[in-house]
């Protein structure tokens, strides 16, 4: 059964950085692709970053692009996210989740971590 993780949610002013973990285990993840969203209140859940397992490849949204990174560590099995320049409007609960690479949908979830910006 997979498991996912969160952690190195707070709060933080404008300007600052924040890096979020995710703790992957219950399988080997070479053939999935990992990724964190947000959901911010009374707004859809958006997608923010994805990394590839096996080859590290990542693509990043155009609202976060230059200022987060993901990131993956393999001997330990956690990803991350670097967030560089945080905005007010980047306060939100932060999921990561995972799906394998020939599936459209991600299917495993976090429980998520609540990040608050404060300008």
């Known amino acids: 059964q997979v498991q996912l993780v969160e952690s190195g949610g707070g709060l933080v002013q404008a300007g600052g950085s924040l890096r979020l973990s995710c703790a992957a285990s219950?399988?080997?993840?070479?053939?999935?692709?990992l990724a964190w969203f947000r959901q911010a209140p009374g707004k859809e859940r958006e997608f923010v970053a994805d990394?590839?397992?096996?080859?590290?490849?990542?693509h990043h949204s155009n609202s976060v692009k230059g200022r987060f990174t993901i990131s993956r560590d393999n001997a330990k099995n956690t990803v991350y996210l670097q967030m560089n320049s945080l905005k007010p409007e980047d306060t939100a609960v932060y999921y990561c989740?995972?799906?394998?690479?020939?599936?459209?949908?991600?299917?495993?979830w976090g429980q998520g971590t609540q990040v608050t910006v404060s300008s």
């Open positions: 989740a995972a799906r394998q690479i020939y599936v459209s949908e991600y299917n495993y």
């Open positions: 219950g399988r080997t993840f070479t053939s999935f692709l």
């Open positions: 990394i590839r397992w096996n080859s590290g490849v990542t």
